[in-house]
C-alpha cells in the first residue's frame, strides 16, 4: 500500500519493554525514522536507522529493520510514564530532498 | 542537534485575516524546508516543500494562494494564511532539511475564529 501503517495504540505498565511496530512503503527509502510527540508539542527525533542497518541501538531504544518484510519496530527497554507520548514511524524515500511520509502515530500509555 | 523555532507558538484570528508564521533554522542553514498540517489525533500531513530562493512546491489539494511561502534565507521561512477561515484552525508545524534528517519545529496552532 502507499500508506506508512502503524496500530493506533499501545498500553504498558510502567517497567515493562514496550515494542511498537510500523510497515513501510518503500523498500528503497533510504532513512527510517522514529519521532516522538507529547500533547501538544511539535516532533522530536528519537532515532534513525539506515536502510544498510538491521539493529540499531540507543541506550532504552533499540530499532529493526526488516528491509524485506518493510518491517521497523521499536522497541523501549524498561518504559517509564514519561514515556508516554504519540511514535510516529517516517521513511525518506529515494529521492534527493524530498520529505518524509509519515504514520498515524502509535499512542503510547504507560501506567504506573 | 539541530534546533528549529517556530512563531508564534499560537495565534487566534478572526476569520478574514491573515497570519503569518515563521519557521526558523538556528544552528544549521536549511536550504529545504518543509510545511505540514497536524490536526488533532491525526498525522502529519505535508504541504508544501520550500527551497531557499524559488518557489514552493505544493502538494495535491493545498491551494497556494492561500497558503503563501516564502524562504528568502537558508535559515528562514514563512507561511502566511490568507484570509483565514475555520476551517483553517490547525496546529502548522515546520521542518529543516538537515544532511540525514528533518528537524522540527515546536510547532504553531492556529485557532480561526
Known amino acids: 500500500g502507499e500508506d506508512v501503517e502503524q496500530s493506533l495504540f499501545l498500553s504498558v505498565r510502567e517497567g515493562d519493554s514496550s515494542v511498537i511496530n510500523c510497515t513501510y512503503t518503500?523498500?528503497?527509502?533510504?532513512?527510517l525514522y522514529w519521532y516522538k510527540q507529547e500533547p501538544g508539542a511539535g516532533l522530536q527525533l528519537l532515532t534513525y536507522?539506515?536502510?544498510?542497518?538491521d539493529m540499531k541501538q540507543d541506550q532504552r531504544l533499540t530499532v529493526l529493520l526488516n528491509k524485506k518484510d518493510k518491517h521497523l519496530s521499536l522497541r523501549i527497554a524498561d518504559t517509564q510514564t514519561g514515556d508516554s507520548a504519540i511514535y510516529f514511524c517516517?521513511?525518506?524515500?529515494?529521492?534527493?530532498?524530498?520529505?518524509?511520509?509519515f504514520g498515524k502515530g502509535t499512542t503510547l500509555s504507560v501506567s504506573s | 542537534g539541530a534546533v528549529v523555532s517556530q512563531h508564534p507558538s499560537w495565534v487566534i484570528c478572526k476569520s478574514g485575516t491573515s497570519v503569518k508564521i515563521e519557521c526558523r533554522s538556528l544552528?544549521?542553514?536549511?536550504?529545504?524546508m518543509f510545511w505540514y498540517r497536524q490536526f488533532p489525533k491525526q498525522s502529519l500531513m505535508l504541504m508544501a516543500t520550500?527551497?531557499?530562493?524559488?518557489?514552493?512546491?505544493?502538494e495535491q489539494g493545498v491551494e497556494k494562494d492561500k497558503f503563501l511561502i516564502n524562504h528568502a534565507s537558508l535559515t528562514l521561512s514563512t507561511l502566511t494564511v490568507t484570509s483565514a477561515h475555520p476551517e483553517d484552525s490547525s496546529f502548522y508545524i515546520c521542518?529543516?532539511?538537515?544532511?540525514?534528517?528533518?528537524?522540527f519545529g515546536p510547532g504553531t496552532r492556529l485557532l480561526v475564529l
Open positions: 521542518s529543516g532539511l538537515g544532511a540525514e534528517t528533518q528537524y
Open positions: 536507522i539506515f536502510s544498510n542497518m
Open positions: 517516517a521513511e525518506r524515500r529515494n529521492q534527493a530532498g524530498t520529505a518524509l511520509i
Open positions: 544552528d544549521f542553514q536549511a536550504t529545504t
Open positions: 518503500d523498500s528503497s527509502s533510504t532513512y
Open positions: 520550500s527551497n531557499e530562493g524559488s518557489k514552493a512546491t505544493y
